[in-house]
């Protein structure tokens, strides 16, 4: 079958080739994908995994082969799926409790987006508790994760800060959400009682400063690969503990069921948005990953991988 393989010698190290097909355990469907999108992990991972290998997170398609055991939806049946690698082929194998059926009302491409990206983004949320009536700070909010942060901070109730690098990039997101737009956590006015941060370094420094007593960092991603360094006795005084904790939503997540339903039934009934600002045929991955990798996307870059028929 069609794959995108790990190659040396090939813009971005992909290149559209060929690979073995999926060979399903027992409880895993196999999934004819149509559409998948793009996260910088997997451009990390591309730099460094052997040649062959297929990368791909996210894939959304059509269930061909359900599994073995009678779990999971039936053939024919559309899904979203997430998986350590294979998104980025003609098929997948997946486990069944990493995908979940999609509603008739939301498209395949704008599905794809959502188990990395979306996923990411309500569980930092789920961890930091309730947000309805308190300040949430989104660092890098204009990329892929960032976006859906403000979407479902503002859907809980929140007041929704977005920090971004640029004027330019904050463009949209007062309408995803954010009641306020500003150029970097130093420009914030007061305190914030969570954060959720895609950049580390002195941003995180700077955001977990502002936390209030009992606030809290959810820290997602280090984009500024910079170190984050607290000034002394930034961790002391406070009436109640202030925490920092790291946000994981890999392989072995035993919530992806409630988290894919929870984003599609949003999706489907129009209040989260996917925004993708990148989409094309996936043998333009090179493309794609130049603009992810050069931050100049808002929102995601959807590869579409076979096409979808007309509903």
């Known amino acids: 079958m069609r794959a995108l393989i790990v190659d040396p010698d090939a813009p971005a190290r ?12 027992a409880g895993q469907a196999v999934v004819e994908v149509r559409h998948s999108s793009l996260n910088s992990a997997e451009l990390y991972f591309a730099g460094r995994a052997e040649p062959g290998t297929v990368l791909g997170f996210d894939a959304a398609g059509v269930v061909v082969e359900p599994a073995a055991d009678g779990t999971g939806p039936a053939a024919g049946a559309r899904v979203v799926t997430f998986g350590d ?11 069944v409790i990493d995908l979940a059926v999609v509603p008739d009302a939301v498209d395949l491409a ?8 979306a996923g990411t983004a309500l569980r930092a949320l789920w961890q930091a508790g309730p947000i309805a009536g308190r300040r949430v700070l989104v660092t890098g909010a204009s990329g892929g994760v960032g976006s859906f942060a403000v979407q479902l901070a503002a859907i809980g109730g929140a007041h929704v800060i977005a920090s971004v690098g640029s004027a330019a990039s904050g463009e949209g997101l007062a309408e995803l959400g954010a009641n306020e737009v500003v150029l970097g956590p130093e420009n914030v006015g007061g305190p914030v009682d969570v954060v959720i941060d895609m950049v580390g370094g002195a941003q995180l420094a700077a955001a977990y400063g502002l936390l209030t007593p009992g606030g809290s960092l959810q820290s997602i991603g280090w984009a500024s690969g910079e170190a984050a360094v607290l000034p002394p006795g930034s961790t002391l005084g406070r009436r109640s503990p202030t925490s920092i904790t790291s946000v994981y939503n890999g392989a072995g997540v035993t919530d992806r069921p409630a988290q894919l339903k929870a984003l599609l039934d949003l999706v489907a009934t129009g209040r989260l948005r996917p925004r993708v600002s990148w989409r094309g045929p996936w043998d333009r991955v090179a493309e794609a990953a130049d603009a992810l990798a050069g931050r100049r996307l808002q929102g995601k870059a959807v590869l579409d991988v076979t096409p979808e028929p007309s509903r």
């Open 14 to 25: 992909l290149v559209l080739g060929e690979a073995p097909e999926p060979v399903p355990a």
């Open 85 to 95: 690698g294979g998104g980025w082929a003609e098929r997948r194998a997946v486990d």
């Open 110 to 117: 704008d599905a794809a987006t959502l188990p990395v990206a």
